[in-house]
């Protein structure tokens, strides 16, 4: 995908960018609204410029940063690679979190939306032990045989693996550091792990509980069977 700013004609974009949007969430196209000048950036020779798109799903502004590429005598060409200055929040089903366990998270998810790799392995670890804090003495072990076989599932190395697992787990003073491709995988085993334990665990019991319920209701008739009787 070419990006250029030209010298006559202003903004030129081969196809269009479409992102997910921080604000309403949407999968949307981004629109250019204002790019840097021409002149400006043959004068200044900067390294990177800032452009600023609208949503077209809600029309709030998204700023992102272009990396020059090359200067020309008729136009720059920027690199592909927009870094957007917001990016969109983790989502997660924060209603099913105990009351002292569900800020830590909160934090934790944006803690990696931020991009501080160090201080979201922090904050995972912090959740993590408030979580267990309250936990039957059992389920450590049970929560480590989970984030191994995630691990494991996803075909992720020795090294990963034992810094994530020392990460949530591990009682030194500080957790080891990490950088954006370990919190590429820590942020999907934070998620997953706590929706294990409290969101799909929340469900299922009440699932089951509806389901034996109605099974002990000896006077309700199914529904297949009441069509037999009435052919």
């Known amino acids: 995908m070419a990006i250029y700013v030209n010298k006559d004609r202003g903004f030129d974009q081969a196809e269009p960018v479409a992102r997910e949007c921080p604000h309403c969430g ?3 196209q981004l629109l250019p609204v204002a790019v840097p000048a021409f002149a400006e950036i043959a004068r200044t020779q900067p390294k990177n410029v800032g452009l600023v ?22 136009r720059v060409e920027l690199a592909e690679h927009l870094v957007e200055i917001e990016r969109p929040r983790e989502r997660f089903q924060f209603g ?3 009351a002292g366990v569900e800020p830590l998270l909160r934090e934790t998810l944006d803690c990696y939306t931020a991009g501080t790799h160090n201080a979201f392995a922090s904050m995972c670890r912090r959740t993590v032990h408030a979580a267990l804090a309250v936990a039957d003495e059992d389920t450590p072990q049970r929560w480590r045989d989970t984030v191994n076989d995630v691990l494991r599932l996803a075909d992720i190395d020795a090294g990963t693996t034992d810094t994530i697992l020392e990460v949530l787990f591990g009682s ?3 957790p080891p ?3 954006s491709d370990q919190s590429a995988v820590l942020i999907e085993v934070i998620k997953d ?4 334990r409290y969101v799909r665990t929340t469900k299922l019991r009440a699932a089951l509980k509806m389901r034996r319920f109605f099974a002990g209701e000896s006077n309700v008739t199914p529904i297949d069977r009441g069509r037999r009787e009435l052919a």
């Open 26 to 28: 949407a999968h949307a």
């Open 53 to 74: 798109f609208r949503c077209a799903a809600c029309g709030e502004p998204r700023f992102v940063r272009a990396a020059v590429r090359s200067i020309g005598t008729d």
């Open 96 to 98: 099913y979190l105990p």
């Open 172 to 174: 030194s003073g500080q």
């Open 177 to 179: 550091t990490i950088g």
């Open 193 to 196: 792990l706590f929706y294990q």
